[in-house]
C-alpha cells in the first residue's frame, strides 16, 4: 500500500505527531502559547503590524502560526492587508487541521474560515482570508524559496525540530531567507541549536538568543540589518 504522506499520530491532548519527522507539529504542552512567545512576540508583533505587513513561514503544518497571527491582527484592530506566504511540502487534510484545532477553542472562529478556504488554498495557491492574503508554496522549500519573488516584513522558522528535519535550517536555505527579508525584517524560531544560529549569522543576521517557552531555556531571535553585514 503506498504510505500516506503525513502519517499522523495524535497525543491524548490532540497534538498531532509527524511519523516521517517523528515530531509533532507544536508544544506538548500549549502549543498556541508557544506560538504566541515564539512567533508572535519573537518578532515584535502586534505593534509592528502596518498595511501590507508580510509575514513569511516555513512550515505550514496545521497552521496554527497562521490562526494566531490572523486572530492577532483581528485583535490588533489593524486596517489594511496583511500578506502571509507559507512554505509546505506535505501539506495535511482538511480532517487533520480540524481535529488539530479543537484543542484551541479561542481559535474556532479563525480556523472555520481556514478550514472553509483549504481546498481552494491547496488547489490554487492563494486564497484572501478577511483582510490576509494566504499564499501556500508547495513543495520543498529549499527549491521553491529561491524561486519565490518577495520580501517579507518577519519570518516564523518551523519546521521540525533541526535533529529530524535538518534540510529545513541547512546554511542555503537561511541565505534565502535572508535574500528574502527586507531591511530590518526579522525571524523568531523556538530553536536555540548553535548550528541553526551560526548558518543565520553566516547568512547576514544579526543572531540573539533569547529567553524560550515553556521548559525551553532559549530561543533565537535575528536581525536583518545589511548595513552591518560584512
Ligand atoms: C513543526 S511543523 C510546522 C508547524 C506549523 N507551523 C503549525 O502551526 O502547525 C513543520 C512543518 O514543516 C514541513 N516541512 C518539513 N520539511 C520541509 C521542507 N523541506 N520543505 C517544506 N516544508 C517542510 C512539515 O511538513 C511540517 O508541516
Not at 40 to 50: D, I, K, S
Not at 156 to 185: H, I, R, T
Not at 193 to 206: E, T
Amino acid at each position: 500500500m503506498p504510505q500516506k504522506f503525513n502519517d499522523l499520530s495524535w497525543k491524548p491532548n490532540g497534538v498531532p505527531v509527524s511519523r516521517r519527522f517523528d515530531d509533532p507539529y507544536y508544544s506538548l504542552d500549549n502549543g498556541l502559547d508557544e506560538t504566541t512567545h515564539v512567533f508572535l512576540t519573537g518578532n515584535g508583533l502586534p505593534e509592528r503590524f502596518y498595511d501590507g505587513f508580510s509575514i513569511g513561514e516555513l512550515g505550514f503544518g496545521t497552521g496554527l502560526n497562521f490562526l494566531a497571527t490572523l486572530k492577532l491582527w483581528q485583535d490588533s484592530g489593524q486596517k489594511g492587508c496583511l500578506e502571509y506566504i507559507s512554505f509546505e511540502a506535505f501539506p495535511l487534510e482538511k480532517n487533520e487541521l480540524l481535529r488539530a484545532h479543537a484543542a484551541f477553542p479561542v481559535l474556532v472562529s479563525v480556523s472555520e474560515l481556514l478550514v472553509g478556504s483549504w481546498d481552494a488554498l491547496k488547489q490554487s495557491g492563494v486564497v484572501q482570508i478577511e483582510n490576509i492574503r494566504l499564499t501556500l508554496v508547495r513543495g520543498d522549500a529549499r527549491k521553491t524559496l529561491p524561486q519565490w519573488q518577495g520580501l517579507c516584513d518577519c519570518w516564523y522558522l518551523d519546521g521540525f525540530s533541526p535533529a529530524k528535519n535538518p534540510e529545513l535550517w541547512e546554511p542555503e536555505l537561511m541565505k534565502s531567507v535572508a535574500e528574502k527579508s527586507k531591511q530590518g525584517g526579522t525571524l523568531a524560531t523556538y530553536s536555540a541549536a548553535s548550528f541553526v544560529r551560526q548558518n543565520l549569522a553566516d547568512a547576514g543576521f544579526s543572531v540573539s538568543r533569547v529567553k524560550g517557552f515553556g521548559r525551553k531555556k532559549h530561543m533565537t531571535t535575528a536581525v536583518m540589518d545589511r548595513h552591518n553585514a560584512g
